[in-house]
C-alpha cells in the first residue's frame, strides 16, 4: 500500500494519530526497511506522514479551545481510515488496457478489465496496453546473391488479454523490445536471405507475409498476436543499383539492335522479291 507516495504519507499520518507518537513510527518504519519488506521511497513518505501527524494533537487542541477531546483524535482517525481504504482498496482501469494484479511480488492468475474495481490494499497494479499497436522498424540484410539491403516496414501487432498476466512473469511491461523486436528482424533477414536481390521488390509481399507468419508462430505462446508486417521500402548499395541499371540498358540496346536488324532483313527480303517479280 506505500507504494504509492500519497498513500504512504496517510499512513504515516493514521499510524501516528492513532498511537500519538512519530518516535515510534520512526522507529517501526527503520525497522521495516532493515529488514526488506520496505523500500527507503516507501519510508520517507511514512515519515513526512509520521511528522504531519504528531502535529494533530495540538490542532485538535487548537480547534477545540484548548480543550483535548479525545473523540476528535477518534473521527479524524476514522476519516483518515476512510480515505486510505478508498485510495488503496479500490482502482480504476482505463479501457484499451488489461491489468496485472500482483500481491508481495507475487502475479496473480486472473487480470482486470476495464473499469471499476476492488482489490487487496496489498495489491498493485500493472497496467499492459492490449489495444492494436503499430511500431516502424529498419534493418539490413543480405539476399541469397550476398547484397545488402536497407529495409524499412511495420508491424501492427496486440497482446492477448487472457493471458497478459503470464507475458507479464516472463518478460515484462517492455515486451516489444526485449521479445517481439529481436524476433521480428532475426525472422526478416532469414527470409531476406532466401531470395535473390532481382527478386526482392517483386516479391515484396511474400516477403511480409512470410515474416508474420514465421513471427506469428515464434510470439503465438507467449500470447502476442501479430496482425501484419509491411515491407515499406527496400533500398539496395549504389554499386547494385548502377549494375541493374547498366543491364537494362544493355538488354535494351540489344533489344533495339535485333529490332532494326529484322527490319534490314525484311527490306532486303522484299527488295530481292521485287527483283525477281521484275525479271
Known sequence: ATANRFVSVLVGILVTLLIQSSSATDMMVISFVNSGLMTLAQAIGVIMGANIGTTFTAWIMVLGGGSFDMRLIVYAAILLAVILIMTTCTTTIPTG??????????????????GFHLKSPVQEIVLMDNREQKTSFSTQAFSSDIQQVDITGSINYSINKSTAMNLFKEVGT????????????????????????????????????????????????????????SIENI?????????VEAKQVAAQKKLQAEIEQGQKTMETEQQANREKIAA
Open 174 to 229: 517492455d515486451y516489444f523490445n526485449k521479445l517481439v523486436s529481436p524476433r521480428m528482424l532475426e525472422i526478416t533477414k532469414g527470409v531476406f536471405s532466401k531470395y535473390t536481390a532481382e527478386n526482392l521488390v517483386a516479391y515484396r509481399q511474400t516477403l511480409s507475409d512470410q515474416i508474420c507468419t514465421e513471427l506469428s508462430n515464434e510470439l503465438e505462446r507467449y500470447g502476442i498476436n501479430v496482425i501484419s508486417i
Open 97 to 114: 488496457y488489461t491489468a496485472i494484479v500482483t500481491t508481495f511480488g507475487r502475479v496473480e492468475d486472473t487480470t482486470m478489465e476495464a
Open 235 to 243: 533500398d539496395f548499395t549504389d554499386a547494385f543499383t548502377d549494375a
